[in-house]
Nanobody, 124 residues
Framework: QVQLVESGGGLVQAGGSLRLSCAAS????????LGWFRQAPGKEREFVVA????????YYADSVKGRFTISRDNANNRVYLQMNSLKSEDTAVYYC?????????????????WGQGTQVTVSS
């Protein structure tokens, strides 16, 4: 079993920044690929970014590329999402997820464990 807990969400104005953090349990954190997803009210869960077990070149959704940056700290069992130049359309609950699969994936069913989510609200 793996538990994931997100934090760092909040209310910011358009153009501002937030840094999300996801803390994971377990001793095998470095064996998991990790991803961030988001879900706005009335919409399906949307892929944001994924990162490999070693923290190599991430895979970003076009909607966030150039604005968001994912990183991981295997020594401390954490993954981060730095969000810059935030837009109102970034408003959503953000979830981190872990996968035991080798390849990076943008598909939610490919992930095995999920956090509870943290709310990000971007005002105009």
């Amino acid at each position: 079993q793996v538990q994931l807990v997100e934090s760092g969400g909040g209310l910011v104005q358009a153009g501002g920044s937030l840094r999300l953090s996801c803390a994971a349990s377990g001793r095998t954190f470095s064996t998991y690929a990790l991803g961030w997803f988001r879900q706005a009210p009335g919409k399906e869960r949307e892929f944001v970014v994924a990162i490999s077990r070693t923290g190599g070149t991430p895979y970003y959704a076009d909607s966030v590329k150039g604005r968001f940056t994912i990183s991981r700290d295997n020594a401390n069992n954490r993954v981060y999402l730095q969000m810059n130049s935030l837009k109102s359309e970034d408003t959503a609950v953000y979830y981190c997820a872990a996968s035991t699969r080798f390849d990076l994936s943008a598909a939610a069913p490919m992930y095995d464990w999920w956090g509870q989510g943290t709310q990000v609200t971007v005002s105009s």
